[in-house]
């Protein structure tokens, strides 16, 4: 059997989103759902690294609390570069911690993020040809919640 290449990876952007306080909106059922549905509005942000800009306001965290350790994310927000280019980002994410550690996420208490595993596979849509490259690689991301902010790096896989 041939040897495989070892995936590399290589940082694209971390991100500070700022987001506002959570809508609740309690339990979901129904088929091929069940837990406590979030939605948190995404209000601006900033873009550093092999990408510079800003988040626009108007995008929207939709959560799914499914059970008191862990929680499914779907982010979808547009990036403004510094050059004016839009890139939409689609972002579902993981996150998990001890059921105490989530409680206080929940809250909006601090939690160190080393108590929390928060990853994500955000993929692109974008319009400048320049970054057609973002739309022909995986990309996985770690992050952090804060009681005002998430930050986010993002890492192309090679």
């Not at 040897?3 to 809508?23: D, M, N, W, Y």
């Not at 988040?55 to 403004?80: C, H, K, N, W």
């Not at 689609?90 to 996150?95: G, K, S, V």
Request: charged share 20%.
């Amino acid at each position: 059997m041939a040897l495989l290449t070892v995936p590399t990876l290589e940082l694209v952007a971390e991100l500070s989103v700022s987001v506002a306080a959570p809508i609740e909106a309690g339990e979901v059922i129904g088929v091929g759902t069940s837990g406590r549905r979030r939605i948190i509005a995404i209000t601006g942000g900033t873009v550093r690294g092999k990408l510079n800009g800003r988040v626009l306001p108007g995008g929207a965290d939709f959560q799914l609390i499914v059970s008191a350790t862990t929680a499914v994310l779907d982010a979808r927000y547009m990036l403004e570069l510094d050059n004016g280019a839009k890139v939409f980002v689609q972002n579902h994410a993981l996150r998990r911690g001890s059921a105490e550690a989530i409680a206080k996420l929940v809250k909006g208490e601090p939690v160190d993020p080393a108590e929390i595993y928060f990853r994500c596979v955000p993929t692109f849509e974008v319009s400048d040809p320049a970054l057609a490259w973002l739309t022909e690689s995986v990309f996985i991301g770690t992050g952090a919640r804060f009681p005002e902010r998430v930050e986010i790096a993002f890492y192309q896989v090679g």
